[in-house]
C-alpha cells in the first residue's frame, strides 16, 4: 500500500513558476513509475510527466516538454515537478500516481494504481 501527498500549488502570474512536491508513504519499489498528472474543470485528467523510480528517466507530454521538468529524491520517498514558464492553460489541480507495474511509459489514469488527493495550481494571465 502507498500513500501520496502532493503539495506546493499555488496561484501564480502567466510567465512564473511554481514546484510541486509528492511525498510517499510505504514502499516504493524500484520497478515503479511514478507520474504527475492534472485535470482542469470540465476536462479529463491528462498525463504530464513521469519518471521511473530506479533510474530516473523521464517522460513528458508534449505540452509541457521544455517547459517542466520532474525529479525525484528516491531516500526521502518524494518526487517533484518543476514548472516554468506557467500558462493560463497548465492552471488545474495536479495529481501524483504510482504506476506498480514495470511496463514502460503509461500516460493513461487508469493504468497507474495509487493517488495523491491533488494540489491546485492557477495561472493569472
Known amino acids: 500500500q502507498v500513500q501520496l501527498v502532493e503539495s506546493g500549488g499555488g496561484l501564480v502570474q502567466a510567465g512564473g513558476s511554481l514546484r510541486l512536491s509528492c511525498v510517499a508513504s510505504?514502499?516504493?519499489?524500484?520497478?515503479?513509475?511514478m507520474g504527475w498528472f492534472r485535470q482542469a474543470p470540465g476536462k479529463e485528467r491528462e498525463f504530464v510527466a513521469a519518471?521511473?523510480?530506479?533510474?530516473?528517466?523521464?517522460f513528458y507530454a508534449d505540452s509541457v516538454k521544455g517547459r517542466f521538468t520532474i525529479s525525484r529524491n528516491a531516500p526521502k520517498n518524494t518526487m517533484y515537478l518543476q514548472m516554468n514558464t506557467l500558462e493560463p492553460g497548465d492552471a488545474a489541480v495536479y495529481y501524483c500516481?504510482?504506476?506498480?507495474?514495470?511496463?514502460?511509459?503509461?500516460?493513461?489514469?487508469?493504468?497507474?494504481?495509487?493517488w495523491g488527493q491533488g494540489t491546485q495550481v492557477t495561472v493569472s494571465s
Open positions: 510505504g514502499r516504493i519499489f524500484s520497478g515503479y513509475v
Open positions: 500516481a504510482a504506476d506498480t507495474e514495470t511496463a514502460g511509459w503509461r500516460t493513461i489514469p487508469r493504468q497507474y494504481d495509487y
Open positions: 519518471i521511473s523510480w530506479s533510474g530516473g528517466s523521464t
